[in-house]
């Protein structure tokens, strides 16, 4: 009898969380309702609906908010400053120029890749686009080749990091979701995600480069010609500015695998030097002067940089807070629990749960951020009751579930077709395409490796 009752609440709580699911999807999608507000009435409505009381469910929305920006707030603000670094004193640039003078004009989308990847780990994928646009504006008026050529494996590139590496605000609310090891996370994504970058960039790239064969927008191309010939910071010391936060993150995670009690002062010296926001602030505050001071910019020129790079980030800070309020909400409303019973009970492989939650939020709401905070509220009690599960994987398939098929619902999508000079049809024809290459390449390497 006691299953019984069990059941039918079990698929109340689920029904009334589809109901608000589709509430949410609605008001963002179709009547462009701010995602802010739009994930906060949505968690109050949840918790009503599912019988908490009213002041149960402001605590639960305040904690989750609260809780969720703990970190990543930081981790944002820091990456940011570092990407506004690397931009304003051509740091970008430097790696770019290297790279195609290394491989060669024949070669040279794989480099792009490669430069899409690395500018990624530090700055957001809209960031990274604005930075590496002239980039791609100048590698293919120097060699000649397709726009699309040339952009594509920067798209990968900066997308594959954007969804799957650590510390990029996604992985890092699933790693912390789900307890995941960083170091181990950090491994994996960047061995999957080469792979599915080279796939989904180069590849698919020359592929579609060939198809479709774009002029860039002449007032674009106009601005980013005229630089000036400015002295770049050197190659080697800007590569190890961008990568530092991620060197001092798997020293951490190594010396915690060589000696997991943290018996020695080394260890904990490590363990503290790698902790995702102390990686962050050396190498924030390294940037200041191997890509600041060093370049002749003042001590005001580098306020500057860093204070007004925060601006535009205002509102993904607060959709990620209130992504985290409407997981506090399925978690303390028992919907998570709910979910977790029905989807054990029916022997669903979690890594494919997690992929395809996150998936379905994404193509609905078109936000990787979004799918990402609300599918590590979904999977969390599910994972919690698969024992033997590779968390690190089930991080990496939540990654990929959240950047499939970008489509007109997506701010990414308008911003690739308007820097591009595509039409709708185009866009959706190559960077629609690409990302979902991304996600489903990605799915099924990780799907690979979670049998050995």
Not at 138 to 152: C, D, E, H
Not at 186 to 203: E, F, Q, R
């Amino acid at each position: 009898m006691s299953t019984l009752f069990n059941m039918s609440h079990n698929a109340t709580l689920l029904l009334w969380t589809l109901v608000t699911i589709v509430f949410l999807i609605v008001l963002i999608s179709k009547y462009k309702w701010n995602p802010f507000v739009t994930l906060l009435i949505s968690a109050l409505l949840l918790g009503l609906l599912a019988g908490m009381k009213p002041l149960d469910v402001v605590n639960s929305i305040t904690s989750g908010l609260g809780g969720t920006l703990g970190t990543i707030a930081i981790v944002i603000g820091l990456g940011t400053m570092l990407g506004k670094m690397m931009a304003e004193s051509g740091g970008a640039e430097q790696i770019a120029t290297t790279l195609v003078d290394r491989f060669g004009e024949k070669r040279v989308h794989w480099a792009m890749m490669i430069v899409g990847f690395i500018v990624g780990i530090p700055v957001f994928f809209e960031v990274g686009v604005i930075l590496l646009i002239p980039i791609v504006f100048t590698v293919a008026r120097k060699t000649k080749m397709s726009l699309l050529q040339i952009g594509i494996p920067i798209l990968a590139g900066l997308s594959t990091v954007h969804g799957l590496v650590p510390p990029h605000p996604a992985p890092m609310i699933a790693i912390d979701a789900y307890g995941a090891n960083l170091g181990r996370t950090i491994l994996y994504s960047l061995v999957i995600g080469i792979i599915v970058a080279i796939i989904a960039g180069p590849l698919f790239g020359k592929f579609i480069g060939k198809r479709i064969v774009l002029e860039p927008p002449a007032e674009l191309a106009e601005q980013f010609a005229v630089k000036g010939n400015r002295r770049l910071p050197g190659f080697g010391i800007t590569l190890f500015t961008i990568l530092l936060p991620v060197i001092l993150m798997l020293i951490g995670s190594i010396a915690d695998i060589i000696d997991p009690q943290a018996t020695s002062g080394f260890t904990l010296f490590c363990e503290f030097i790698g902790h995702e926001i102390m990686a962050l602030l050396i190498a924030v505050v390294f940037s200041f002067f191997s890509l600041g001071f060093s370049r002749g910019f003042t001590k005001h020129d580098i306020s500057k940089f860093t204070s007004e790079c925060l601006a535009p980030i205002a509102t993904i800070v607060l959709i990620i807070g209130a992504g985290g309020a409407f997981k506090q909400v399925l978690i303390n409303s028992g919907v998570g629990t709910a979910i977790a019973e029905i989807a054990t009970g029916a022997h669903v492989n979690v890594i494919l749960f997690a992929w395809f939650v996150a998936a379905l939020i994404r193509v609905a709401t078109g936000s990787a951020t979004v799918a990402m905070t609300t599918a590590a509220g979904i999977v969390a009690p599910v994972l919690a009751l698969t024992p033997g599960a590779n968390v690190e994987l089930v991080v990496l398939a939540t990654g990929a579930g959240s950047i499939v098929l970008s489509h007109v619902n997506d701010a990414g999508f308008w911003m690739v077709k308007e820097f591009f000079n595509m039409t709708v049809p185009q866009t959706l024809k190559s960077w629609t395409v690409m990302e979902t290459i991304l996600s489903v390449v990605g799915l099924a390497l990780i799907l690979l490796a979670s049998v050995f």
